[in-house]
């Protein structure tokens, strides 16, 4: 059973950064890969970004360049760093976590990142 707790959303005019955190509780942080969802409004949810134990990523188009994901396995979190944030970024941001062994999935409560001027 894994815990997921996030943290670092807010609101932040366009071409602003935030960056978020999730803190992975309750398992070992290696089994997991480990991602960034967001939900906007009347729309799916969608893979912003994920990052394997070993640190290789994968991005969505739309972030490519703006959004970098780390993990830090000592204090078993993952980051998201959003840079050049932009109006159509605004969503309910939710931290996944992946067991990479069972295909088991958890996820976190959800974060909300409003991006306006």
């Known amino acids: 059973q894994v815990q997921l707790v996030e943290s670092g959303g807010g609101l932040v005019q366009p071409g602003g950064s935030l960056r978020l955190s999730c803190a992975a509780l309750?398992?070992?942080?290696?089994?997991?890969?480990m991602g960034w969802y967001r939900q906007a409004p009347g729309k799916q949810r969608e893979l912003v970004a994920r990052?394997?134990?070993?640190?290789?990523?994968t991005y969505a188009d739309s972030v490519k360049g703006r959004f970098t994901i780390s993990r830090d396995h000592a204090k078993h979190t993952v980051y998201l760093q959003m840079n050049s944030l932009k109006f159509e970024d605004t969503a309910v941001y939710y931290c996944n976590a992946l067991n990479v062994r069972t295909l088991e999935e958890y996820w976190g409560q959800g974060t909300q990142v409003t991006v306006s001027s």
């Open positions: 990052i394997t134990d070993g640190g290789g990523s």
């Open positions: 309750g398992s070992i942080f290696s089994l997991y890969a």
